[in-house]
């Protein structure tokens, strides 16, 4: 005995003695669930209700709903459309019988009176095709999990990075508009990153004297979207208590597949100290 185990099969036809053959010869030879409908009305009903149907052997000739018009209705719904069907019929015949049962959504056929190997064979393949289905569909599930946490994992290293490291790191826009803002930048601006979300680098980033002209923000934006290189300048970052910042400015673009700038990384090194300190070095050479 096959051994199908979750598989639940759906059979139906008018006559409750065909059903019972049918259920007999599969019982003998397969271990699954069995459900039973008598017209195309219960069958739509049961596999609208029935969770995990995973095939269906329906009868062609029924009154008031035959098999085609019962294939049609579970095909317009969600839950049972993607079931396949096998149809039973005695009157397969003609070429336009067989499309038209294709059309409404069958997957194969089965003459009457049915031939036993032929019906559990087709039964067979189908579960089986079920079965590398759902095992294709768990490997892929199973991967999709393992590069998720990769992804979450490397996101939360990048993240633990930009928020240990000493330089500020401002992402923006195109457009200037400041999109990130790592603790050093809040800190370095005393600025929440909240209210920098708000703000564009020309809030912060103050004007150089006229001998700078090249570090103004409006100029150098606008070389970097022209050419995406990477740069340097001494520039100064107005903090928010009006404090004048020193500070080493360098600043990338990142493109988008299309070659467009997508986003401006801009790292502000505080050069405040390295300043005291030459400044210190200069007044112990004028006093020696």
């Keep these: 005995m096959k051994r199908y185990a979750g598989f639940?099969?759906?059979?139906?036809?008018?006559?409750e003695h065909n059903l019972f053959t049918l259920r007999t010869l599969i019982e003998r030879h397969m271990d699954l669930e069995i459900l039973e409908a008598t017209s195309g009305r219960q069958a739509l009903d049961i596999a609208i209700k029935e969770a995990g149907i995973d095939l269906i052997i329906l009868d062609v000739q029924m009154p008031e709903m035959d098999g085609f018009q019962t294939a049609s209705m579970l095909k317009i719904r969600k839950k049972t459309k993607d079931i396949p069907i096998i149809f039973l019929t005695a009157a397969f015949k003609t070429e336009e019988f067989q499309q038209k049962g294709y059309k409404v959504g069958g997957v194969d056929y089965l003459l009457k009176p049915i031939d036993d190997n032929q019906l559990l064979n087709k039964i067979s393949t189908y579960f089986r095709l079920i079965?590398?289905?759902r095992e294709l569909n768990r490997v892929l599930e199973q991967k999709v999990a393992e590069r998720t946490a990769e992804l979450a994992a490397a996101k939360r290293h990048l993240e633990n990075i930009l928020t240990h490291m000493g330089e500020a790191l401002l992402v923006l826009n195109p457009e200037g508009e400041i999109e990130s803002a790592n603790p050093a930048?809040?800190?370095?601006?005393?600025?929440?990153?909240t209210d920098l979300l708000e703000m564009s680098i020309g809030d912060v980033f103050e004007e150089a004297e006229?001998?700078?002209?090249?570090?103004?923000?409006?100029?150098?934006?606008?070389?970097?979207?022209?050419?995406?290189?990477l740069s340097r300048i001494e520039a100064r970052f107005i903090a928010k208590d009006g404090r004048r910042v020193p500070i080493l400015f360098s600043r990338t673009a990142v493109r988008d597949g299309d070659d467009n700038i997508s986003h401006i990384i801009c790292i502000a090194k505080d050069m405040t100290g390295y300043i005291r300190e030459m400044d210190a070095v200069k007044a112990v050479s004028k006093g020696a």
């Design 131 to 133: 079965e590398k289905e």
């Design 185 to 193: 930048a809040c800190k370095m601006l005393d600025y929440n990153e």
């Design 8 to 15: 639940k099969l759906l059979i139906v036809d008018d006559h």
């Design 210 to 229: 006229e001998e700078q002209a090249g570090a103004f923000f409006g100029t150098w934006l606008e070389a970097l979207i022209r050419t995406g290189a």
